[in-house]
């Protein structure tokens, strides 16, 4: 049973159960639905998530759906167009002048009217629960590690920039702390040179010394290919494009013969993907410990995708169910097939190996031998844990 | 191994060139030392040898570089990856990855390396370097040691024939540097690389190196054996100047060569101290009895805590006029908090700061004035000190220190002149050598006059002329009745500055008194001079100058 043993579940398993999540949310209004997509997303979320740091994001999401439910609610009673019987608060109604003719202000807020933005703005919040879910679980960084060899130089590139962000947030603040002992502590634009000079300054610094590092390392390094292999990929990548093109166009205008549409679009992917595997010779790289896909993985995305299929089955049936009737106001339908279908997105909960336990650094430190303690002193953002350790040792 | 034929290096609008007509070899399993002053040309000379000059810096380098019969001019240094691993200053600005065990494959995961093969490396060099509990440790979250363990088994990871190491210690403390140290002779012992190493602390390596690589002034390159080299070598460490003196020959290069010559000197009768610890602006300052000056400051209580870390732990601290006090201790000893929390710009959670001034005429809570009153009692110059500058010259930055500090126009200019004479206005504060830019923000802060002055390592980077500039304008300060506060990890500054030693472990003192009763008895503080000729209780090499009549 490998297969279960506490590993990381393939970041791009992650993705395709998190997409199919967010797909079969897309098309629902019916708030039932909608708290069960999230009590799904929040269920996974914490019993699957790792220990890196952005496995804590999920609140981070939650907040800002919360804001959006907020926002979209707010703009309703600022803009929006108020429908139904039912009076909440009464308001009076600001007309605007002709060239701004259609729009009113205020009004009376209705709780019909005012519902249906709320759902709306949960339906938005939820999609990006599912979005967070996905960061929360994958760990972004191991995502573009599994990219392909054509494209995991511009990976690397990626993931030295989400690197360097936290990097760029403490040059700040190490900034804004240096320039009070100057006696300057003006705030807003005046400050911004002083403060974006050293900054700015320091990034570059820092990104060649990276840069440098990284050209040392090897980064970059091209194998040896043959001309004709070289021709090949060329020509496969460029006939790709053309052919994905025409394909689109074909796709989109009516008026264009079959062959134009369909058949062009999967030959050009068809091609691009091969002159991507053809590119993928000329560079050298391999993958350490590379993250497996097994079956889990399968089972994973297999359980986002019969989420979205489940409530697509349902919208073409009853598509009614999977809203909020609001006129008149009823309570909202419980269509089973659409609730099963989110239910069995939470299967990676229970079904997907745990993953990894959070790193034990410290363990070896406390049999080192007294006059190794020093070294164990971490710098000063040394987790409580190590202190810790290092309290029992000495 | 490595040949240099006849190499120049002149970069873009300089009219001198970096490094000028070198011709060395170092053959396979040697390790070599590269020394010479700040800005010789060390970085440069090591650039040219792992190919990232000219590829990466541009400029324009005649001659050939070959390593390993592959010559620079032909491949980049992406292409040499395989022949050569470079291990940086800074170990946190080379790591691509986040993780151990990450960072240690990403250089075989570049040359393509199988998947069993990276495996077999990664766990074979997490033994070797005795960092395996830090396997899937975050790279972010090691002690500076640690990080640069892992720097240099990193490059390991992929074979090299060919380690190039640039000052691998110097942003370290003594146990940190010691574990790196310790390390990169057992890569020249035991594997057989052939070792390239920049090192400030000559002394630590000088007795491994097979040959040593002078950089004179003006780019004049010299190779030679060590011994001979460093006869006239213009960087000396004191082990090395105290052999000169004595006129050893052959010159002992270790510590523990030297003591064996010093056995005639441990025989004198151990008389009064040496006076000197300062060999000028003494007079204020009775050396030996640091406790005597007027007390300035006054710091009790002081607790210093980030997100449930506690970084300083009720500590007292009493400053006092015409004393240097040196502040000592681990990476992350709570030192930098420390100096912070004093200064008041930096978090205080309990504890006050009282400057006890008899020229105010009462105590003045530090904490409750504002930014620009604070920095007139006490003055901070911080560890990456070019974040106090931010214009584009030299004399715009010192007329703005004098409007901010309501001075008379050109204070701020001439104390930078007494600090580092001859600096241009129109000079960009970033075209300064490491000690230049130091003697500017020591300038800019000392022009609001704070009668204390807080450094944080003001060291690092600095020469044995750098250093002794940044004393001789320190003593100046305390001959004036100042009191300043040193933290440093350099055991010889130390030694020949301070007054008076504070160690800090854990957030709490753990030592405080006058320099000579706190170093000499510690085995990682003690000073060079010191361990060569214990029991005698000289901490320089002017005491023993002072105190040994005749040399041999």
């Not at chain 1, 350490?288 to 073409?316: M, Y």
């Not at chain 2, 190499?7 to 007509?21: E, N, Y």
Request: hydrophobic share 45%.
């Amino acid at each position: 049973m490998t297969a279960l043993l506490p590993r990381a579940v393939h970041p791009a398993a992650w993705w395709g159960w998190a997409i199919g999540l967010a797909v079969a949310v897309s098309g629902v209004t019916n708030p039932v639905l909608l708290l069960t997509a999230l009590g799904v997303a929040a269920l996974v979320v914490t019993s699957r998530r790792g220990s890196s740091p952005w496995a804590k994001s999920f609140r981070l999401y939650l907040w800002l759906g919360l804001f959006i439910v907020v926002v979209r609610a707010l703009l309703h009673v600022l803009v929006g167009l108020k429908s139904g019987d039912t009076v909440l608060l009464p308001l009076p109604e600001v007309t605007l002048p002709s060239w701004a003719a259609g729009i009113n202000l205020l009004g009376d807020v209705r709780l019909e009217g005012l519902l249906g933005a709320i759902v709306d703005g949960l339906r938005l919040a939820v999609m990006i629960a599912c979005v967070g879910a996905a960061n929360a679980l994958a760990n972004p960084k191991r995502l573009l590690r599994s990219l392909p060899g054509a494209l995991s130089e511009v990976g690397s590139a990626v993931v030295v920039t989400i690197t360097v962000a936290p990097q760029l947030a403490e040059s700040v603040q190490r900034v804004m702390r240096a320039r009070a002992l100057r006696g300057d502590t003006s705030r807003g634009i005046r400050a911004l040179p002083r403060i974006a000079l050293p900054v700015l300054e320091d990034t570059l610094d820092r990104s060649l010394l990276l840069a440098a590092a990284m050209d040392s390392r090897g980064y970059g390094r091209r194998r040896v290919v043959s001309p004709t292999q070289r021709l090949l990929t060329g020509a496969c990548t460029l006939g790709g494009l053309v052919a994905s093109a025409v394909g689109i166009y074909g796709v989109l205008d009516d008026t264009t013969p079959a062959w134009m549409g369909v058949p062009a679009l999967a030959v050009g992917i068809a091609l691009s993907l091969t002159g991507i595997w053809l590119g993928g010779h000329a560079n050298a790289r391999s993958t350490h410990r590379p993250d497996p896909w097994l079956w889990p993985e399968w089972l994973t995305v297999a359980s986002g995708v019969l989420a979205a299929v489940a409530v697509h089955f349902v919208a073409r049936g009853d598509a009614a169910s999977l809203g909020m009737p609001l006129s008149p106001l009823a309570a909202p339908a419980l269509p089973l097939l659409a609730v099963a279908g989110f239910l069995v997105a939470a299967l990676p909960a229970f079904l997907t190996p745990t993953p990894p336990a959070a790193p034990t650094r410290g363990q070896g430190r406390l049999l080192a031998p007294v006059g190794h303690v020093d070294r164990a002193e971490g710098p000063l953002t040394v987790s409580h844990r190590g202190k810790k350790s290092e309290r029992v040792q000495s | 191994m490595i040949e240099f034929d006849h190499v120049s290096v002149t970069f873009d609008g300089a009219d001198q060139p970096a490094l000028r007509d070198v011709t060395l070899e170092i053959d396979e399993g040697e390790l070599a030392l590269v020394i010479g002053r700040t800005g010789s040309g060390k970085s440069t000379l090591l650039g040219a040898l792992t190919g990232r000059v000219p590829h990466f810096t541009g400029g324009t380098l005649a001659g050939h570089v070959r390593i390993n019969g592959r010559d620079t001019r032909e491949h980049r240094p992406r292409d040499l990856a395989d022949l050569i691993g470079v291990v940086g200053q800074d170990p946190l600005a080379g790591f691509v990855t986040d993780t151990v065990e990450e960072e240690l494959a990403y250089g075989m995961e570049q040359l393509g390396l199988s998947s069993a093969t990276m495996r077999k490396r990664v766990e074979e060099t997490l033994d070797v370097l005795g960092i395996a509990d830090l396997r899937s440790a975050a790279l972010t979250e090691l002690s500076g040691g640690e990080q640069q363990r892992v720097a240099i088994g990193a490059v390991l990871t992929t074979h090299p024939k060919v380690i190039v190491l640039d000052e691998p210690t110097s942003a370290l403390d003594p146990t940190g540097a010691e574990d790196v140290l310790a390390t990169i002779t057992r890569l020249a012992h035991d594997l057989a690389v052939t070792v390239v190493v920049a090192e400030h602390r000559i002394e630590r390596v000088l007795q491994y190196a097979d040959t040593v690589v002078h950089i004179g002034t003006n780019g004049v390159v010299t190779q030679g054996d060590p011994a001979e080299v460093m006869l006239t070598a213009e960087v000396a460490p004191p082990v090395i100047e105290l052999g000169r003196w004595a006129g050893w020959s052959p010159l002992p290069l270790s510590v523990r060569d030297a003591r064996r010559r010093a056995r005639s000197w441990r025989q004198l009768p151990p008389g009064q101290p040496a006076t000197g610890q300062h060999s000028a602006g003494e007079a204020a300052a009775p050396a030996g009895h640091p406790h005597e000056g007027e007390a300035l400051l006054e710091a009790r209580g002081i607790v210093v805590r980030h997100d449930g870390v506690v970084a300083v732990a009720d500590v007292d601290l009493t400053l006092r006029s015409g004393e240097v006090t040196a502040l000592m201790g681990r990476n992350g000893a709570g030192k930098s908090s420390l100096l912070w929390a004093i200064q008041g710009t930096g978090a205080l959670t309990k504890g006050t700061v009282r400057m006890t001034n008899s020229i105010a005429g009462q105590a003045i809570d530090v904490r409750s004035l504002d930014a620009a009153q604070r920095r007139r009692h006490v003055g901070l110059v911080p560890q990456s000190a070019a974040d106090l500058l931010y214009l584009d010259t030299v004399g715009a930055e010192c007329d703005q220190a004098d409007r901010e500090s309501g001075r008379d126009p050109g204070t701020c200019r001439s104390l930078l002149d007494d600090l580092a004479p001859g600096i241009p206005d129109d000079r960009h504060p970033r075209d300064l050598s490491e000690g230049q830019r130091l003697a500017l923000v020591l300038a800019v802060q000392l022009t609001a006059d704070p009668p204390v002055l807080l450094l944080d390592e003001p060291t690092r980077g600095l020469d044995y002329s750098g250093k002794a500039a940044l004393r001789r304008a320190l003593h100046g300060l305390t001959a004036r009745g100042r009191s300043v506060v040193v933290s440093t990890h350099d055991v010889e500054f130390v030694a020949e500055t301070a007054d008076r030693v504070v160690v800090m472990a854990s957030g709490e003192v753990v030592a405080d008194g006058p320099t000579r009763d706190v170093v000499v008895s510690s085995p990682a503080f003690a000073p060079q001079v010191s361990k060569i000729t214990a029991p005698q209780p000289w901490l320089t090499v002017d005491d023993v100058r002072y105190a040994v009549p005749e040399p041999s």
